[in-house]
């Protein structure tokens, strides 16, 4: 089961850092010569938040989704944003949130064993 809270809390974090991170690189070539890697990479840090967001003990599969699902939406959001400011290709959300996705769902699992289990929230 995923946890709609803490998707939220970390989807959020990753959009922010995804959007900074397409506007930083639309005016720095530097900057977007590293939206693969910058954007999966933040897509694992939206992973992580969601995984270590969720206390109490759940389902592997729920930290994957739940990792997965904050990872892929961040993604999504700013391959989008990049391509509307005409940096990146349409071909490259999918591409790209297909790999955010799977970031993020690696995520998941890493948060929950970084984050505490005793508490549990809804």
Known sequence: MINSR????ASIVGIV???AMVLAGH???SVAAMFAVGGMSISLIAGIIYGYLVKG???LSGLIAGGATAGGLCAFVGILVSHL???VPASL???GTISSIVTGAIGGA?????GGSTARTS
């Open 6 to 9: 803490a998707v939220l809390i």
């Open 17 to 19: 850092l995804q959007v």
């Open 27 to 29: 005016s720095n070539p």
């Open 57 to 59: 003990p759940r389902v």
């Open 85 to 87: 400011m005409g940096d």
């Open 93 to 95: 959300l999918l591409l």
């Open 110 to 114: 890493i948060g929950k064993a970084f």
